[in-house]
């Protein structure tokens, strides 16, 4: 499975360059808050191992108002990083390798608690 590369973006990590998607449109599952948001790296130079890496919050545009952040290069530099470390070789060919990112993860990836938001909430 490759990325698309309208609507990807670029990144170097470590003097490597990838690129990452997030889905435009969250899946009907994602839209009534049972999914969270998840996005997609892989080398930039081509097809390789996908990562897929889940964090542990949704969408901001999902149906029903859950908690949000946005997600930053810093964060998918550190989610390239967490999964290199896991075993990911993106390199080789095969099925997608997940990442399943934790509230504790994202702490020590962010360097401190993350700052959620909620859309649609009123202030």
């Known amino acids: 499975m490759a990325i698309p590369r309208k609507g990807s973006r670029l ?3 470590d003097g490597v360059a990838y690129r990452w998607r997030i889905r435009r449109k969250p899946t009907y599952g994602q839209a009534i808050g049972e999914g969270s948001l998840s996005f ?9 191992l996908v990562l897929l ?7 901001p545009d999902v149906w029903v108002g859950e908690r949000t952040m946005a997600v930053r290069p810093a964060l998918v530099a550190e989610a390239v990083r967490m999964a290199l ?8 060919a095969g ?5 399943d990112v934790t509230e504790d993860d ?5 360097g401190g608690p ?10």
């Open 11 to 13: 990144i170097t990590v």
């Open 40 to 48: 997609a790296i892989e080398l930039a130079e081509g097809p390789g």
């Open 53 to 59: 890496v889940s964090l542990p919050f949704s969408l």
């Open 85 to 92: 470390g896991q075993g990911w070789d993106p390199r080789q």
């Open 95 to 99: 099925r997608a390798f997940d990442l």
């Open 106 to 110: 994202l702490v020590a990836m962010l």
């Open 114 to 123: 993350p700052v959620y938001e909620v859309p649609f909430a009123r202030r």
